[in-house]
């Protein structure tokens, strides 16, 4: 089983659309969270950190199920700006150490 | 302004070749990371250094090698022995905030074999 896993996408969606990724990772012990954006031939971009009580930062809510293991990042309205790649980090544990997930691919369409 | 910054954006290599990808990083962090990624796949981690003078192998290390001798910098060099390096590499930085960790990552460098 991998350490994080995302489903690959692509998510079709209008504009306006809401739309929301999971994310699940194995290791009970990670401890800390992160959702990042990644343009086509770009490098990867926090989009937001992922706190235990959840967050939000305008259009885009974060939230963590520590009992089932999993990410989720809930984009409203969605924009043909999102579209992207989103990727889910996981920090398992150890001094700094971040794995990252295939990521999931986001198509916003007019 | 702080940044990471990688070079070169493109680089070209011949067979049997050895060549170097340059990274460096003015936010102070202790850690550093490099990062492969081929096309509609995930990055894997090929090396890190959580210190100077210190690194440890990633998932992919094999015709890789690294050196850590100054904080800000952390070059990677791409042997003759990698047999398929064309890729996107990805060079990362990160330090402790909050409590958690997140990473701040280079444009990248396309290198190709020609």
């Known amino acids: 089983r991998k350490e994080v896993e995302q489903d690959p996408g692509p998510f079709n969606v209008p504009e306006g659309a809401t739309v929301a990724f999971n994310c699940t990772y194995s290791n009970s012990a990670s401890q800390s969270f992160f959702w990042y954006r990644q343009d086509c031939r770009k490098e990867p971009k926090l989009l937001m950190s992922v706190y235990s009580s959840g967050n939000e930062d305008g259009r885009f809510t974060a939230q963590l199920n520590r009992a089932s293991q999993y990410i989720s990042l809930l984009i409203r309205d969605s924009k043909l700006s999102d579209s992207a790649t989103y990727l889910c980090?996981?920090?398992?544990?150890?001094?700094?150490?971040?794995?990252f997930g295939t990521g999931t691919r986001l198509l916003v369409s007019p | 302004d702080g940044g990471i910054t990688q070079s070169p954006k493109y680089l070209f290599r011949k067979e049997g070749q050895n060549v170097t990808l340059s990274c460096e990083q003015n936010l102070n962090h202790d850690a550093m990371y490099w990062y492969r990624q081929d096309p509609g796949q995930g990055l894997r981690l090929i090396y890190y250094s959580q210190i100077v003078n210190d690194f440890q192998k990633g998932d992919i290390a094999e015709g890789y090698s690294v050196s850590r001798e100054k904080k800000e910098s952390f070059p990677l060099t791409v042997t003759s022995a990698q047999k398929n390096p064309t890729a996107f590499y990805l060079c990362?930085?990160?330090?402790?905030?909050?409590?958690?960790?997140?990473?701040?990552f280079g444009q990248g460098t396309r290198l190709t074999v020609v």
């Open positions: 990362a930085s990160s330090s402790r905030r909050g409590g958690g960790t997140e990473a701040f």
């Open positions: 980090v996981v920090n398992n544990g150890g001094f700094q150490k971040l794995v």
